[in-house]
């Protein structure tokens, strides 16, 4: 997610509506339904084939803070 | 017999001429590069030539003509759309098939059979209920239909209320109808080459060259070719394509797989679709049942067929019509849909001043596919944006702007 | 019956058993075993079906199951293999496709017409005048398709079953029972299946030897050694019928579709005869080499008494040793070959005497009455696919083709193994198989037993050492010694034309390269051009020619040419075995049953089931859904609200995350109090509601909509897996129940309960939250105002929802409490102005749209959809959600979905209305444009047809203005 503050609306529509949309490899959300687990996936979208799996913490490390506008003026 | 044919039957060579561009090299310049040869891409070429006076102008494909969403999609026309611009744009384009096969002198095979849609809850008959009153507003033939009629349009259609989703009413499109898809390509591209126009088969586009924001040549698997404009229409690689161009687009790219039974005698006449049980069925002129749904649940540039899907169709198609599991399937097919975020086409300029969008067609380009040439064609040779595409413009999602047509698209197509 | 082969010919039929049925009304005598077909050649019966489109009579081709001409009307039944379907007593079995009757087919006078009807004809008419075309088609319609489906069946039985193995051999004939022993014997769990009735392919029927025995002695062999291991499980009557990603393989076999999941596949389903083109190569009596032996070793069926046979290998002359060991006449072998190197079966055939003309070819057919043939005129080869003017007439009532194969390359290719074609050997051979998957026998272009079992136990090894069974190499690759079976072009074009490439559309040599004439080229744009391939039996026995024709005419190599996608099923499939049985989990509350004994009228949402209204004796559906209206306004009710959404969130971090994900604020929400709760998407759009209810510093308990409860939960996971706060997000929708008491008499019918909550208005004021016990049933209570009266929503455990609905109905009693259902819900909420989500809003509804800015919290850090809400707050709303009243009680009622107009213009439409018994007006919801958003101004509805009703824009809530009421 791009700065949501900062960040330009532009850069905020693209972030909102736009997709890299690649052919190749891309990393990707799953959700195993039946427990409603999420993890990360590196997979092909060119031949299906997936090449890891992970879990978020593995991209995604301790608490994220998000930015205070009212911070941000200080 | 039509007297057509007799040419055929008396002439004792067969009287043969060459429907396409026959194969050759590509010349150092055209005014305008057409960047896909499926129907798109030969509509907006022929109406460049046809009424523009645009005459050097090159369609290039990579595979074969009409070999992309064209040949896969299972060919349905209708404008029974929710937004006032998709009604207006998508009616426009049925009235153009309407006069197809005469102005090509080549016959597509448009049947007008209609098209029903089904309602299984209160909130589907809310919803079939805007629609309609939308459609009849704009003059598009569509009504929301209760159960006794449905009986009647459909007389061999599951009513039973002890199923997992009784129908409860319908919405009845008398202008859905369906044409030999691969036909409208080909009476696109043979109207566009008798008028200079040329069609470059297995040539793929390798990259574009951009100077001052304008595209000047693009680069291809069979040499380098100078522009004075780019039209993409590459639905089902839209994103590719675009990222040589270095424009971003909001779509991703889902399989859209469909399946069709062997042939049989003609028992069903209008296409039958249910959003909620995620099925459309329909009865080919051949005969055969042709059966789709939902795309694929997650994105692929793939054109495989999944076992799950097989199952799912088969058993949702016996949800409305039991006696069809007697019968058997002969072929399972996908194609590659680009979804866009509201369910809407991207259509128009783009960032790169001469370089023109013709993307996001999902699951429903074939039937625009008319009135995408006449806009498309307007906009290249004028440089004016025709009103009927303005809304769906690229531009739009820059805005926080969509033309939300999510509730009248699922599994109808 | 006419005579039978003796024994051990007919290994397929039990001679002791006679089965009686019918074909076109006649009465047929065969034996169990037999085909419809079979039985029906017993009795010199050929012609089964006519073609697809000029009607033409056939019969039996490969006697496989392999191709269309077989195709007959069984009961329920329609386009059935009348060589794959077994006869049974008293079966009733018809030809198809024809008008009159089979043998004299008013249809076929279509095929005196087929030069008027080149290749792709429809485009060329049909369509002129305008609007002609639809009458056409509906002529065209007619004729269309080929069986007839049986409406009024009741489906049979069809159900699904998993199976999981190390290694999948699909295929039983020598190289698949050698491949699957192989991989036993190395220890792995291997299932072998076959399409046929007995394991053996074509050692069964095919002539490997000079005394004719060896096929069995091998067959023998092998089934000894498969049925001594236990890990070897066999499917005959099976066909595996497609290759899906990760070895996923659907096994048909009966009304049973298996699953099967293979971490090995070895694919060895042989290859396919392919017919020599002729004039009337599609005459009943012409049929394969490999046809002809199957009726001979399998069913003891004379193929007819005097053959002539076509043959571009050596196996014809095992085909020609075949019907002569049975006692037919060999009128000729007919090789077209000019300088054959023969085998030891070849040479014991000239050895005997019997008739060869080497460099001939069979030119043409001809028919006698009865449509089967009855002699060929074959001439001499000029050059490939020429021959001399002049022929000679021989008599047959039996030709048979040897010409050569393609590998049933059809699972390979949707596994992503590529066609190639070796233009020396005239072959097709398949590259590239994934590494799960190897190939073995004739699919892998090997016909001789010694080389098809040595690669087969190679394939056995490569796949037992990837597994991890055994360690040594699997050794080199076979190349075969053996000369091809395949001639480059057994394809003679006629004057005539009646040489058919495709048997199941009728297209022949001249429709084929008309098509590349016209401009259609590439092999995809012929097939779709001309619909080769496009039929029954998927191109089976015409892609070979077709690619060399189209190779031919366009001056292109086969292999350039290629072939046409190979797509699932491998043979047709009814679909009544990929739907199966169809489980549709149904979901009811703990109430469920009170509700139908009080006398509801069930509404279905979802997968839920939810009463709509209670049935009051006879009184109708909307004075009944009124009562129960009016006895909430002026008494008390009770609904069953198990069905919404229940999230409990526990943890430091838990306001933290509701700040986040939802628009309000709630770190300063005291303890014991609920808040309205909106949820946008990332794009600013409205997607659920709910109540957040501070159970504790750290713990919530927030409700959902009913439809939304997975994907919020889900969602909030999402969030949170990125945010990492310090808090457990658990779905809890299906482990509680609850009831809404709602009414002026809500707290004195709950203060007749016993509890430890008190529930006096000072102690539990509106939008508060108490958790306690009521009867000794653990509840959590919420003062929430959808209806707008006093209103308790009490949770309680899953189990215990029917006993807490007992209690309340019984303290009510006094009260004349009543149960209410959705429909009352809907108008008590729509007086009191509260929207429903998914109804009252759309795909495009924003939090300012439908006027719950106020929910919008806009001095916090950071929501999901805040930075696009406040983007599109940049510019004035395109429309709003109002509240309208229509006084004139004599005006239609509009419709949920009906448009506001201006003009004609359409600006907005209605998204509830109701008549409102309370008000006794007409009520509703509309998005207007923000010109008309203010109160008082009048808006046109368009109503049904040319009918127009004006409406007043009216402030929420229409009813209790300043709720006072919900907050007694």
């Given at each position: 997610m791009p700065d949501h503050i900062a960040s330009s609306s532009r850069d905020w529509a693209e972030y909102v509506f736009f997709h890299d949309n690649n052919a190749g490899i891309v990393t990707e959300w799953w959700c195993h339904i039946a427990s409603s687990f999420w993890f990360l996936a590196e997979r092909?979208?060119?031949?299906?084939?997936?090449?890891r799996t992970f879990k978020t913490d593995e991209l995604f490390h301790g608490r994220a803070d998000v930015t205070d506008p009212k911070s941000e003026s200080k | 017999m039509p007297l057509g044919l007799l040419k055929y039957g008396f002439s004792s060579k067969y009287p043969a001429k060459h429907h396409f561009t026959p194969a050759k090299d590509l010349k150092k310049h055209y005014d305008v590069v057409i960047i896909g040869g499926g129907g798109h891409g030969c509509a907006i070429a022929y109406n460049l030539a046809k009424y523009h006076g645009l005459h050097n102008v090159a369609i290039l494909e990579k595979s074969y003509l009409g070999g992309g969403n064209t040949a896969r999609n299972t060919a349905v026309i209708r404008s029974n759309y929710l937004t006032e611009a998709g009604v207006n744009f998508y009616s426009e384009s049925v009235k153009l098939y309407n006069n197809l096969s005469n102005e090509f002198n080549y016959n597509i095979m448009m049947e007008s059979r209609g098209q029903l849609t089904l309602a299984h809850s209160d909130s589907a008959i809310r919803g079939f209920r805007w629609r309609a009153e939308v459609n009849k507003h704009l003059g598009v033939r569509s009504e929301l239909v209760d159960r006794q009629t449905i009986s009647e349009l459909v007389p061999n259609l599951n009513m039973s209320e002890d199923t997992r989703f009784p129908i409860m009413a319908g919405l009845w499109h008398a202008d859905g109808a369906t044409a030999r898809h691969d036909a409208v390509a080909w009476g696109y591209a043979k109207g566009a080459c008798d008028r200079g126009v040329e069609l470059h088969q297995l040539t793929e586009v390798e990259d574009i060259e951009i100077t001052n924001n304008r595209v000047t040549a693009v680069k291809t698997n069979r040499g380098r070719v100078e522009c004075g404009a780019v039209v993409q229409a590459v639905a089902g690689a839209s994103s590719i394509v675009a990222k040589k161009a270095k424009i971003p687009l909001p779509i991703h790219c889902y399989p859209l797989q469909a399946m069709v039974t062997q042939p049989y005698k003609p028992i069903l006449t209008p296409h039958v679709s249910s959003p909620q049980v995620h099925v459309y069925v329909h009865q080919t002129s051949r005969g055969e049942f042709v059966i789709g749904g939902g795309s694929d649940p997650y994105p692929l540039y793939n054109t495989r067929a999944t076992l799950d899907q097989r199952e799912s169709l088969s058993s949702a198609a016996l949800e409305l019509f039991p006696f069809l599991s007697q019968a058997r399937l002969l072929r399972q097919w996908a194609g590659t849909t680009d979804m866009t975020p509201d369910y809407s086409p991207i259509m128009g300029l783009s960032p790169v001043e001469n370089y023109y969008l013709d993307a996001g067609w999902g699951t429903w380009g074939f039937k625009a596919t008319p009135i995408c040439g006449v806009t498309m064609a307007e906009l290249v040779a004028t440089q004016k944006v025709p009103e009927l595409i303005r809304p769906f413009e690229l531009e739009r999602f820059y805005r926080f702007e969509q033309v939300n047509e999510a509730g009248a698209t699922a599994a109808s197509h | 019956m006419t005579k039978r082969l003796p024994h051990p010919y007919g290994r397929l039929i039990d001679r002791t058993k006679k089965i009686q049925f019918s074909f076109e009304g006649k009465i047929v005598d065969g034996l169990a075993g037999d085909t419809v077909a079979t039985a029906l050649l017993a009795n010199n019966e050929w012609l089964l079906s006519r073609s697809f489109k000029y009607h033409r009579p056939r019969g039996v081709l490969t006697l496989a199951g392999q191709d269309a001409n077989t195709m007959i009307q069984l009961p329920s039944n329609p386009n059935a293999l009348a060589d794959k379907e077994l006869i049974t007593e008293g079966l009733e079995a018809k030809g198809q496709n024809y008008s009159g009757t089979l043998e004299k087919d008013r249809g076929s006078i279509l095929g005196l017409f087929s030069r008027f009807l080149p290749v792709g004809f429809y485009y060329k008419a049909f369509f002129r005048p305008r609007g002609i075309w639809e009458k056409w088609a509906a002529v065209i319609r007619k004729k269309a398709g080929l069986g007839v489906i049986d409406q009024n069946i009741s489906p049979s039985y069809y159900d699904k079953q998993y199976k999981f193995f190390d290694v999948v051999v699909v295929g039983g004939g020598p190289a698949g029972m050698q491949a699957a022993l192989d991989s036993a014997v190395d220890g792995c769990e291997v299932l072998l299946i076959d399409?046929?009735?007995?394991?053996?392919g074509s050692l069964?029927?095919?002539?490997?030897d000079v005394e004719g025995c060896q096929g069995q002695l091998i067959r023998q062999e092998l089934i000894s050694a498969i049925e001594a291991k236990n890990n070897i499980s066999v499917m005959t009557?099976?066909?595996?019928n497609g290759w899906f990603a990760d070895n996923w393989l659907p096994v048909v076999a009966g009304n049973r579709l298996f699953k099967v999941r293979a971490a090995q596949t070895i694919l060895c389903t042989g290859s396919l005869e392919q017919p020599a083109l002729f004039h009337n190569n599609d005459l009943p009596g012409v049929i394969m080499g490999s046809a002809a032996q199957r009726m001979i070793h399998l069913y003891g069926v004379y193929p007819g008494s005097a053959a002539v046979i076509l043959t571009g290998n050596n196996d014809g002359y095992g085909v020609a040793l075949d019907l002569h060991d049975a006692g037919i006449a060999i009128k000729a072998i007919v090789d077209l070959r000019d300088k054959p190197i023969y085998d030891a079966i070849a040479e014991k055939a000239i050895d005997l005497g019997l008739t060869v003309k080497t460099g001939?070819?069979?030119y043409a057919a001809h028919h006698k009455r009865t449509r089967s043939v009855k002699s060929v005129d074959i001439r001499k080869i000029i050059r490939p696919g020429v021959c001399e003017e002049i022929g000679d007439i021989i008599d047959c009532d039996v030709v048979c083709m040897s010409v050569g194969y393609a590998p049933a390359y059809q699972l390979a290719c949707q596994a992503g193994a590529q066609l190639s074609y070796n233009?020396?050997?005239a072959i097709f051979t398949l590259k590239h198989c994934p590494s799960n998957l190897q190939l073995a026998g004739s699919v892998n272009s090997l016909w001789d037993l010694d080389e098809v079992r040595s690669e087969a136990s190679r394939a056995a090894r490569i796949v037992t050492k990837s597994l991890g069974f055994i360690s040594e190499t699997e050794g080199e690759i076979i190349s075969s010694a053996k000369p091809s079976p395949n001639h480059p072009w057994p394809i003679f074009s006629h004057p005539k034309g009646k040489e058919f490439v495709d048997f199941d559309e009728d297209l022949t040599i001249s429709d084929i390269i008309n098509a590349t004439s016209d401009g259609y080229e590439h092999i995809q744009l012929v097939k779709r051009y001309s619909t080769c391939g496009m039929g029954p039996s998927q191109g089976r026995h015409s892609a070979l020619a077709a690619a060399r024709i189209v190779a031919w005419a366009t001056n292109r190599s086969v292999a350039e040419t290629g072939v046409t996608t190979a797509r699932p099923p491998f043979s047709a499939e009814k679909l009544g075995l990929s739907a199966g049985r169809s489980f549709y989990p149904k979901r009811l509350t703990n109430m469920h049953t009170r509700h139908i004994d009080a006398g509801a009228e069930m509404l279905q949402a979802g997968a839920w089931f939810r009463p709509a209204f209670y049935h009051q004796g006879k009184l109708d559906n909307q004075s009944c859904i009124n009562n129960e209206v009016d006895n909430i306004r002026n008494n008390v009710g009770l609904v069953d609200v198990s069905t919404l959404g229940g999230i409990d969130l526990r943890g430091p971090d838990v306001a933290e995350f509701l700040e986040r994900f939802y628009t309000f604020r709630f770190k300063k929400q005291p303890v014991g109090r609920a808040r309205y709760a909106l949820l946008t998407n990332e794009a600013g759009i409205v997607i659920d509601d709910g109540v957040a209810c501070r159970l504790s510093e750290f713990h919530y308990y927030i409700t959902a909509t009913t439809g939304g409860a997975d994907r919020v939960y889900q969602s909030m996971l999402k969030w949170n897996s990125q945010w990492r706060l310090d808090l457990d997000i658990s779905n809890v929708t299906s482990a509680y129940c609850g009831i809404n008491i709602a009414g002026p008499n809500a707290r004195h019918v709950l203060t007749k309960l016993q509890s430890d909550i008190d529930f006096s208005s000072d102690a539990f004021p509106y939008m508060g939250v108490r958790t306690g016990v009521i009867s000794n049933i653990p509840a959590r209570v919420i003062r929430v105002g959808f209806v707008g009266e006093i209103g308790y929503e009490i949770h309680v455990p899953q189990l215990v929802g029917e006993a807490l609905w007992d209690l309340v109905i019984e303290a009510g009693h006094e009260f004349g409490i009543q149960p209410f259902g959705i429909e009352a819900q809907r108008i008590l909420r729509l007086e009191k102005g509260h929207i429903i989500i998914g109804q009252d809003t759309d795909a495009m509804s924003n939090p300012n749209e439908i006027q719950m800015g106020w929910a919008v919290s806009r001095d916090k850090p950071f929501f999901v959809g805040g930075r696009t809400i406040s983007e599109l707050e940049r510019k004035p709303p395109l429309r709003k959600l109002v509240g309208f009243l229509i006084d004139d009680l004599n005006s239609p009622m509009p419709q949920e979905s009906h448009l506001v107009l201006d003009g004609t213009k359409m600006t907005g439409r209605v998204t509830s209305c109701n008549y409102s018994p309370t008000l006794k007006k007409i009520i509703g919801l509309a998005y207007v444009p923000l010109e008309k958003a203010e109160s008082g101004s009048t808006i046109v509805i368009k109503s049904s047809e040319d009918y127009s009703v004006e409406a007043t824009v009216t402030e929420l809530p229409f009813y209790d203005p300043k709720s006072l009421r919900q907050e007694l």
């Amino acid at each position: 997610m791009p700065d949501h503050i900062a960040s330009s609306s532009r850069d905020w529509a693209e972030y909102v509506f736009f997709h890299d949309n690649n052919a190749g490899i891309v990393t990707e959300w799953w959700c195993h339904i039946a427990s409603s687990f999420w993890f990360l996936a590196e997979r092909n979208t060119v031949t299906d084939e997936i090449i890891r799996t992970f879990k978020t913490d593995e991209l995604f490390h301790g608490r994220a803070d998000v930015t205070d506008p009212k911070s941000e003026s200080k | 017999m039509p007297l057509g044919l007799l040419k055929y039957g008396f002439s004792s060579k067969y009287p043969a001429k060459h429907h396409f561009t026959p194969a050759k090299d590509l010349k150092k310049h055209y005014d305008v590069v057409i960047i896909g040869g499926g129907g798109h891409g030969c509509a907006i070429a022929y109406n460049l030539a046809k009424y523009h006076g645009l005459h050097n102008v090159a369609i290039l494909e990579k595979s074969y003509l009409g070999g992309g969403n064209t040949a896969r999609n299972t060919a349905v026309i209708r404008s029974n759309y929710l937004t006032e611009a998709g009604v207006n744009f998508y009616s426009e384009s049925v009235k153009l098939y309407n006069n197809l096969s005469n102005e090509f002198n080549y016959n597509i095979m448009m049947e007008s059979r209609g098209q029903l849609t089904l309602a299984h809850s209160d909130s589907a008959i809310r919803g079939f209920r805007w629609r309609a009153e939308v459609n009849k507003h704009l003059g598009v033939r569509s009504e929301l239909v209760d159960r006794q009629t449905i009986s009647e349009l459909v007389p061999n259609l599951n009513m039973s209320e002890d199923t997992r989703f009784p129908i409860m009413a319908g919405l009845w499109h008398a202008d859905g109808a369906t044409a030999r898809h691969d036909a409208v390509a080909w009476g696109y591209a043979k109207g566009a080459c008798d008028r200079g126009v040329e069609l470059h088969q297995l040539t793929e586009v390798e990259d574009i060259e951009i100077t001052n924001n304008r595209v000047t040549a693009v680069k291809t698997n069979r040499g380098r070719v100078e522009c004075g404009a780019v039209v993409q229409a590459v639905a089902g690689a839209s994103s590719i394509v675009a990222k040589k161009a270095k424009i971003p687009l909001p779509i991703h790219c889902y399989p859209l797989q469909a399946m069709v039974t062997q042939p049989y005698k003609p028992i069903l006449t209008p296409h039958v679709s249910s959003p909620q049980v995620h099925v459309y069925v329909h009865q080919t002129s051949r005969g055969e049942f042709v059966i789709g749904g939902g795309s694929d649940p997650y994105p692929l540039y793939n054109t495989r067929a999944t076992l799950d899907q097989r199952e799912s169709l088969s058993s949702a198609a016996l949800e409305l019509f039991p006696f069809l599991s007697q019968a058997r399937l002969l072929r399972q097919w996908a194609g590659t849909t680009d979804m866009t975020p509201d369910y809407s086409p991207i259509m128009g300029l783009s960032p790169v001043e001469n370089y023109y969008l013709d993307a996001g067609w999902g699951t429903w380009g074939f039937k625009a596919t008319p009135i995408c040439g006449v806009t498309m064609a307007e906009l290249v040779a004028t440089q004016k944006v025709p009103e009927l595409i303005r809304p769906f413009e690229l531009e739009r999602f820059y805005r926080f702007e969509q033309v939300n047509e999510a509730g009248a698209t699922a599994a109808s197509h | 019956m006419t005579k039978r082969l003796p024994h051990p010919y007919g290994r397929l039929i039990d001679r002791t058993k006679k089965i009686q049925f019918s074909f076109e009304g006649k009465i047929v005598d065969g034996l169990a075993g037999d085909t419809v077909a079979t039985a029906l050649l017993a009795n010199n019966e050929w012609l089964l079906s006519r073609s697809f489109k000029y009607h033409r009579p056939r019969g039996v081709l490969t006697l496989a199951g392999q191709d269309a001409n077989t195709m007959i009307q069984l009961p329920s039944n329609p386009n059935a293999l009348a060589d794959k379907e077994l006869i049974t007593e008293g079966l009733e079995a018809k030809g198809q496709n024809y008008s009159g009757t089979l043998e004299k087919d008013r249809g076929s006078i279509l095929g005196l017409f087929s030069r008027f009807l080149p290749v792709g004809f429809y485009y060329k008419a049909f369509f002129r005048p305008r609007g002609i075309w639809e009458k056409w088609a509906a002529v065209i319609r007619k004729k269309a398709g080929l069986g007839v489906i049986d409406q009024n069946i009741s489906p049979s039985y069809y159900d699904k079953q998993y199976k999981f193995f190390d290694v999948v051999v699909v295929g039983g004939g020598p190289a698949g029972m050698q491949a699957a022993l192989d991989s036993a014997v190395d220890g792995c769990e291997v299932l072998l299946i076959d399409e046929n009735p007995i394991l053996g392919g074509s050692l069964n029927y095919s002539r490997f030897d000079v005394e004719g025995c060896q096929g069995q002695l091998i067959r023998q062999e092998l089934i000894s050694a498969i049925e001594a291991k236990n890990n070897i499980s066999v499917m005959t009557d099976a066909v595996c019928n497609g290759w899906f990603a990760d070895n996923w393989l659907p096994v048909v076999a009966g009304n049973r579709l298996f699953k099967v999941r293979a971490a090995q596949t070895i694919l060895c389903t042989g290859s396919l005869e392919q017919p020599a083109l002729f004039h009337n190569n599609d005459l009943p009596g012409v049929i394969m080499g490999s046809a002809a032996q199957r009726m001979i070793h399998l069913y003891g069926v004379y193929p007819g008494s005097a053959a002539v046979i076509l043959t571009g290998n050596n196996d014809g002359y095992g085909v020609a040793l075949d019907l002569h060991d049975a006692g037919i006449a060999i009128k000729a072998i007919v090789d077209l070959r000019d300088k054959p190197i023969y085998d030891a079966i070849a040479e014991k055939a000239i050895d005997l005497g019997l008739t060869v003309k080497t460099g001939y070819a069979v030119y043409a057919a001809h028919h006698k009455r009865t449509r089967s043939v009855k002699s060929v005129d074959i001439r001499k080869i000029i050059r490939p696919g020429v021959c001399e003017e002049i022929g000679d007439i021989i008599d047959c009532d039996v030709v048979c083709m040897s010409v050569g194969y393609a590998p049933a390359y059809q699972l390979a290719c949707q596994a992503g193994a590529q066609l190639s074609y070796n233009d020396t050997s005239a072959i097709f051979t398949l590259k590239h198989c994934p590494s799960n998957l190897q190939l073995a026998g004739s699919v892998n272009s090997l016909w001789d037993l010694d080389e098809v079992r040595s690669e087969a136990s190679r394939a056995a090894r490569i796949v037992t050492k990837s597994l991890g069974f055994i360690s040594e190499t699997e050794g080199e690759i076979i190349s075969s010694a053996k000369p091809s079976p395949n001639h480059p072009w057994p394809i003679f074009s006629h004057p005539k034309g009646k040489e058919f490439v495709d048997f199941d559309e009728d297209l022949t040599i001249s429709d084929i390269i008309n098509a590349t004439s016209d401009g259609y080229e590439h092999i995809q744009l012929v097939k779709r051009y001309s619909t080769c391939g496009m039929g029954p039996s998927q191109g089976r026995h015409s892609a070979l020619a077709a690619a060399r024709i189209v190779a031919w005419a366009t001056n292109r190599s086969v292999a350039e040419t290629g072939v046409t996608t190979a797509r699932p099923p491998f043979s047709a499939e009814k679909l009544g075995l990929s739907a199966g049985r169809s489980f549709y989990p149904k979901r009811l509350t703990n109430m469920h049953t009170r509700h139908i004994d009080a006398g509801a009228e069930m509404l279905q949402a979802g997968a839920w089931f939810r009463p709509a209204f209670y049935h009051q004796g006879k009184l109708d559906n909307q004075s009944c859904i009124n009562n129960e209206v009016d006895n909430i306004r002026n008494n008390v009710g009770l609904v069953d609200v198990s069905t919404l959404g229940g999230i409990d969130l526990r943890g430091p971090d838990v306001a933290e995350f509701l700040e986040r994900f939802y628009t309000f604020r709630f770190k300063k929400q005291p303890v014991g109090r609920a808040r309205y709760a909106l949820l946008t998407n990332e794009a600013g759009i409205v997607i659920d509601d709910g109540v957040a209810c501070r159970l504790s510093e750290f713990h919530y308990y927030i409700t959902a909509t009913t439809g939304g409860a997975d994907r919020v939960y889900q969602s909030m996971l999402k969030w949170n897996s990125q945010w990492r706060l310090d808090l457990d997000i658990s779905n809890v929708t299906s482990a509680y129940c609850g009831i809404n008491i709602a009414g002026p008499n809500a707290r004195h019918v709950l203060t007749k309960l016993q509890s430890d909550i008190d529930f006096s208005s000072d102690a539990f004021p509106y939008m508060g939250v108490r958790t306690g016990v009521i009867s000794n049933i653990p509840a959590r209570v919420i003062r929430v105002g959808f209806v707008g009266e006093i209103g308790y929503e009490i949770h309680v455990p899953q189990l215990v929802g029917e006993a807490l609905w007992d209690l309340v109905i019984e303290a009510g009693h006094e009260f004349g409490i009543q149960p209410f259902g959705i429909e009352a819900q809907r108008i008590l909420r729509l007086e009191k102005g509260h929207i429903i989500i998914g109804q009252d809003t759309d795909a495009m509804s924003n939090p300012n749209e439908i006027q719950m800015g106020w929910a919008v919290s806009r001095d916090k850090p950071f929501f999901v959809g805040g930075r696009t809400i406040s983007e599109l707050e940049r510019k004035p709303p395109l429309r709003k959600l109002v509240g309208f009243l229509i006084d004139d009680l004599n005006s239609p009622m509009p419709q949920e979905s009906h448009l506001v107009l201006d003009g004609t213009k359409m600006t907005g439409r209605v998204t509830s209305c109701n008549y409102s018994p309370t008000l006794k007006k007409i009520i509703g919801l509309a998005y207007v444009p923000l010109e008309k958003a203010e109160s008082g101004s009048t808006i046109v509805i368009k109503s049904s047809e040319d009918y127009s009703v004006e409406a007043t824009v009216t402030e929420l809530p229409f009813y209790d203005p300043k709720s006072l009421r919900q907050e007694l």
